[in-house]
């Protein structure tokens, strides 16, 4: 595990920038955190290093949004209103999770067992959590996945 404090926005999204450089279509990263700890900051700044010139927002009316990189597809998930995948219909994150793209998931807890559900292709390549430790400051951690 490797834990960083960032004391800005900008410094998380460097986080995220450098955690990109080192991914290959098929990884999915799973982003934890409380709401405003900067989840969609630290996968902003990660976006921007895979090439994807579109703005990153928090994708609030869907579950989430596929983006070009310059390498290929790059998804951002956001499964904060899901109550768990058990309940939904199977394969709805299928379109995201693919072997030919890099992707995002905030709020992957709200997935359940996600790694359950992954085509062949796709794996868990990081987990990353940001602690809210006040004001501008935050905790970065980034595991290898369990
Ligand atoms: P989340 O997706 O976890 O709900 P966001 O990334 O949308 O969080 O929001 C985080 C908010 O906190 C943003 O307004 C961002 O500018 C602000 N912020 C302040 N300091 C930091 C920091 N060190 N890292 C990330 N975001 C920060
Ligand atoms: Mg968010």
Redesign the pocket.
Same mark, same amino acid.
């Given at each position: 595990m490797t834990a960083e404090l960032?004391? $800005?926005?900008e410094? =998380?999204e460097a986080a995220g920038a450098r955690l990109a450089l080192g991914l290959e279509p098929g990884d999915v990263v799973l982003v934890s955190?409380e709401? $405003?700890?900067?989840? =969609?900051?630290f996968v902003r700044g990660a976006c921007a290093a895979l090439g994807v010139s579109r703005p990153i927002a928090?994708p609030t009316f869907s579950l989430g949004r596929l983006h070009r990189g310059e390498r290929g597809p790059v998804a951002h998930l956001d499964l904060y209103r899901l109550e768990g995948l058990a309940a939904e219909e199977p394969g709805l994150l299928d379109d995201y999770l693919t072997p030919d793209a890099v992707a995002f998931v905030?709020w992957p807890e709200r997935g359940g067992a996600l790694e359950l559900e992954l085509a062949d292709g796709v794996r868990i390549a990081a987990a990353v959590v940001?602690r809210h430790l006040g004001g501008?400051?935050?905790r970065v951690e980034v595991s290898a996945p369990t």
């Open positions: 960032t004391e $800005g926005p410094a =998380t955190g709401l $405003g700890s900067g989840k =969609t900051t928090s905030e940001i501008d400051r935050r």
